[in-house]
């Protein structure tokens, strides 16, 4: 069995982790984070490994899952390079950045590869349950990359290979199906409660549309589901609203202009 240490440990690490573990994919070793309290919660939710203090602590592995941050990947890459750890496969969960973000680990010889789970990962148990059938993104060295397509398939995901110079675009596509959504339903019912609704209606208002919204695009498609006065055409509403909201704020009066814009885009190409 594949051992595996973690260093980092989110909603991704603790997720994959826990459904490698589960599944028998994997051994989980150490976990490393850069609180112990937080490692040791980890390693209960994962329910297997222990919790380590110092990278030179944790065990040899086959493989090391570094589930940090996007900022933190390279001089962590760099301190496992130095940490005089025997060659191994590494990987991130980076939708963004490339595999050669830990190139300091490739000039010691390990084989690295990104690793991307096209799925929000808000709550360990609801990502766990929801995984099947997720879309994982595969970029990097070829043995590290095998490693990842026999390991995320055998926990239901469903595995692409990916050009590193497209991950910008693979990432920015995840972020304005699952990451806007949140912020537009934020903004609905902020401005529901600025003209004098309650919170709890408008709390209640926004998830209704949202609910509806989701229905009509699985029924209908993101073209069939528009309606609104950019799909209408209204464009005296669409000037005067976007007037209001940019002198109730700028902010979203910019926000308001360009995804009209983008409505309007997506309304005319099926005329």
Same mark, same amino acid.
């Given at each position: 069995?594949?051992?595996?240490?973690?260093?980092?440990?989110?909603?991704?690490?603790?997720?994959?982790? @826990?459904?490698?573990?589960?599944?028998?994919?994997?051994?989980?070793?150490?976990?490393?984070?850069?609180?112990?309290? *937080?490692?040791?919660?980890?390693?209960?939710?994962?329910?297997?490994? @222990?919790?380590?203090?110092?990278?030179?602590?944790?065990?040899?592995?086959?493989?090391?899952?570094?589930?940090?941050?996007?900022?933190?990947?390279?001089?962590?890459?760099?301190?496992? $390079?130095?940490?005089?750890?025997?060659?191994?496969?590494?990987?991130?969960? *980076?939708?963004?950045?490339?595999?050669?973000?830990?190139?300091?680990?490739?000039?010691?010889?390990?084989?690295?590869? *990104?690793?991307?789970?096209?799925?929000?990962?808000?709550?360990?148990?609801?990502?766990?349950?929801?995984?099947?059938?997720?879309?994982?993104?595969?970029?990097?060295? $070829?043995?590290?990359?095998?490693?990842?397509?026999?390991?995320?398939?055998?926990?239901?995901?469903?595995?692409? +290979?990916?050009?590193?110079?497209?991950?910008?675009?693979?990432?920015?596509?995840?972020?304005?199906?699952?990451?806007?959504?949140?912020?537009?339903?934020?903004?609905?019912?902020?401005?529901? @409660? +600025?003209?004098?609704?309650?919170?709890?209606?408008? +709390?209640?208002?926004?998830?209704?549309?949202?609910?509806?919204?989701?229905?009509?695009?699985?029924?209908?498609?993101?073209?069939?589901?528009?309606?609104?006065?950019?799909?209408?055409?209204?464009?005296?509403?669409?000037?005067?609203?976007?007037?209001?909201?940019?002198?109730?704020?700028?902010?979203?009066?910019?926000?308001?202009?360009?995804? *009209?814009?983008?409505?309007?885009?997506?309304?005319?190409?099926? @005329?």
């Amino acid at each position: 069995m594949t051992r595996l240490n973690l260093v980092g440990a989110g909603r991704v690490g603790r997720t994959l982790a @826990r459904l490698w573990q589960r599944a028998g994919v994997m051994q989980v070793q150490a976990v490393l984070t850069r609180q112990a309290d *937080s490692a040791a919660q980890a390693v209960a939710v994962i329910g297997a490994g @222990r919790p380590v203090d110092r990278l030179d602590d944790m065990p040899p592995a086959d493989l090391w899952l570094l589930a940090v941050p996007d900022t933190q990947i390279a001089p962590v890459a760099a301190a496992l $390079a130095a940490a005089g750890q025997p060659p191994a496969i590494a990987w991130h969960a *980076s939708g963004f950045l490339p595999a050669s973000e830990a190139a300091p680990l490739q000039a010691a010889g390990w084989s690295v590869a *990104s690793t991307h789970p096209a799925l929000s990962f808000a709550d360990v148990d609801q990502a766990s349950a929801q995984f099947p059938g997720t879309l994982c993104a595969l970029e990097g060295d $070829a043995p590290a990359v095998a490693l990842a397509r026999h390991a995320f398939q055998a926990i239901g995901g469903q595995c692409v +290979d990916l050009a590193a110079a497209d991950k910008p675009l693979y990432h920015a596509a995840a972020v304005f199906a699952s990451n806007f959504a949140p912020v537009l339903q934020a903004v609905a019912a902020g401005l529901w @409660r +600025d003209v004098g609704l309650p919170a709890e209606r408008a +709390d209640a208002l926004a998830a209704g549309f949202l609910q509806r919204a989701a229905a009509n695009l699985q029924a209908l498609g993101p073209r069939g589901a528009l309606t609104g006065p950019a799909a209408r055409g209204d464009t005296r509403v669409l000037a005067e609203q976007g007037a209001a909201l940019a002198a109730h704020d700028p902010l979203l009066g910019q926000a308001y202009a360009a995804l *009209s814009a983008l409505a309007q885009r997506l309304a005319a190409q099926s @005329r």
